[in-house]
């Protein structure tokens, strides 16, 4: 990303798009955090993830003035939901393996038709709990708005 300069090129031109569609904060960062759910199914490492999108997606959003903070809370529910039903999850074998001590013919088809129930009540619960933050307008810390102001004023 560093010597194409291809995150900020997609940052600028993906907030242009994003700000011409004048979509709300809240289907907008929905948005992101299915496709960071979607994203979590084929790359497991959180942190990898995390440093493949974050050149984007957080200067994208700041430019539409939204803070990093409000990024990361949404990446966070993206991320966190399909890790049980994620075969590239580092304990999914693990699992498998505790599961055919209960029903020995378990596998990973088991696991995610099991799974998958619980991971989309966990979405749903998660992605309206962020929605309602987002419309109240509280901080996700002390000193952190959800709003950002371009130039840092």
Same mark, same amino acid.
């Given at each position: 990303?560093?010597?194409?300069? &291809?995150? &900020?090129?997609?940052?600028? *031109?993906?907030? *242009?798009? &994003?700000?011409?569609?004048?979509? %709300? ?12 759910? /979607? /994203? ?9 993830? =995390?440093?493949?999108?974050? @050149? /984007? ?6 430019? &539409?003035? #939204? +803070?990093? *903070? ?5 990446? $966070? ?23 055919? $001590? #209960? *029903? @020995? ?7 995610? +038709? /099991?799974?998958? %129930?619980?991971?989309?009540?966990? !979405? ?8 309602? =933050?987002?419309?109240?307008?509280? @901080?996700?810390? %002390?000193?952190?708005?959800?709003? #950002?102001?371009?130039?840092? !004023?």
């Amino acid at each position: 990303f560093n010597w194409t300069n &291809l995150g &900020l090129i997609l940052a600028v *031109e993906g907030a *242009e798009t &994003l700000g011409n569609l004048g979509l %709300p904060s809240i289907p907008l960062f929905l948005g992101f955090i299915l496709l960071t759910a /979607v /994203v979590n199914l084929f790359m497991g490492s959180a942190s990898a993830k =995390w440093a493949l999108m974050a @050149p /984007v997606f957080v200067p994208m959003f700041m430019l &539409l003035g #939204y +803070s990093p *903070e409000v990024t990361q809370a949404a990446y $966070r529910v993206g991320d966190s939901v399909t890790n049980i039903i994620s075969p590239m999850m580092s304990y999914f074998v693990l699992i498998i393996a505790f599961m055919q $001590r #209960y *029903e @020995p013919k378990a596998g990973m088809g088991t696991i995610i +038709s /099991v799974m998958l %129930p619980y991971s989309i009540a966990f !979405g749903i619960a998660w992605s309206i709990l962020f929605s309602i =933050w987002l419309a109240m307008g509280w @901080p996700f810390g %002390p000193g952190a708005p959800l709003q #950002y102001a371009a130039g840092g !004023g």
